[in-house]
């Protein structure tokens, strides 16, 4: 059987680009590249597992692989396949893997936004008044909408990117976004608007990286359509910030939310106005900005080299 000390394992489907990135940190820090391994084979029964005791032996019978890994990055995996590698996370867990990865219960957490907001409430962490709902009748839709204040945010439980996000401020915009919902079969969410604009009229938020409870980077994202989610995908601009340069308190509160959701390493989407406000947390924040490979990806690889990881 091959032996391989560190795996870096992800959805070779994803473009988003955060594997190539990843394996450049392990290689600056280690001096050799990291198997790269499809984590699809692990959700899909096309992969075996067994627990050694001290690592996991992995094998793809159909591609001839087998080997035994002590490390694994897990990482750039869909939102709505993450729960497929709950198994797999246990192993990790159970068998001394040193991994980040290990969190399915803060996978989850922070994947299905009904649970993060149940988190938030639990543990005191702002955020903007928040209803689930799914399937709602027409009336019930709108009486949250009024209550919430007639000016607020629509999106689904399960979703990255922003996609299908909808700035909602008449009763007709609800209706589309409730038809557009129930076409897909998803539970979603009304909350409040932030009123996160910046001095000339933008949109603007933060997103704050937590690594182990410390805060490792900033960035500020800027939109300049009101109507559309400060999100890189829906044409937001980011400039990375000093963490100290943060409004006072935000750097904080975001490492509340990832304790909230039970992750070691996150990336919180807040916004300073309304008494600063958590609107999400990233499980696995892609690394394609100017910057990401030495203030995040370093020190995320660097955390799985220390035997405490």
């Known amino acids: ?19 190539e990135t990843l394996a450049t940190a392990v290689r600056r820090l280690t001096g050799q590249a990291p198997f790269l391994l499809d984590a699809r084979h692990f959700m ?24 035994t890994a002590r490390t694994v990055l897990l990482y750039e995996i869909p939102p709505h ?22 969190a399915a219960d803060g996978w989850r957490a922070a994947t299905d936004k009904r649970l993060t907001v149940e988190c938030f409430a639990r543990d005191g962490v702002r955020q903007m008044p928040t209803v689930t709902l799914d399937r709602p009748t027409r009336a019930e839709a709108a009486e949250v909408f009024e209550r919430l204040g007639g000016d607020v945010w629509a999106r689904p439980a399960l979703g990255m990117s922003g996609e299908d996000v909808f700035h909602v401020t008449t009763r007709a915009q609800l209706a589309e976004a409730a038809e557009r919902y129930a076409e897909a079969g998803t539970a979603w969410l009304l909350a409040a608007d932030a009123r996160n604009f910046a001095p000339d009229g933008r949109r ?23 109507d559309q989610p400060c999100n890189l995908a829906r044409g937001a601009v980011s ?21 909230s959701v039970g992750l070691p390493f996150a990336a919180v989407d807040l916004a ?33 080299l220390r035997p405490a990881a």
């Open 1 to 19: 059987m091959g032996r391989s000390e560190l795996v870096l394992m992800t959805d070779h489907g994803s473009t988003e680009g955060s594997r």
């Open 44 to 67: 899909t029964g096309g992969g075996r597992v067994r627990g050694t005791g001290d690592g996991l032996a992995l094998e793809v019978p159909a591609e001839g692989l087998a080997l």
């Open 81 to 102: 396949r993450r729960h497929e590698l709950t198994d797999f996370q246990r192993l990790l867990r159970d068998n001394g893997v040193r991994s980040l990865g290990t």
């Open 204 to 226: 603007h938020q933060y997103r704050v990286t937590v690594l182990a409870g410390r805060a490792l980077r900033a960035v500020e994202h800027v939109q300049d359509d009101p």
């Open 239 to 259: 400039a990375p910030l000093p963490v100290d340069a943060l409004p006072a308190g935000l750097a904080e509160l975001a490492v509340a939310a990832t304790r």
């Open 272 to 304: 300073g106005e309304s008494g600063g406000a958590v609107f999400e947390v990233n499980v696995h924040p892609a690394f394609g900005s100017p910057g990401a490979l030495e203030a995040v990806a370093l020190p995320y690889v660097a955390a799985h």
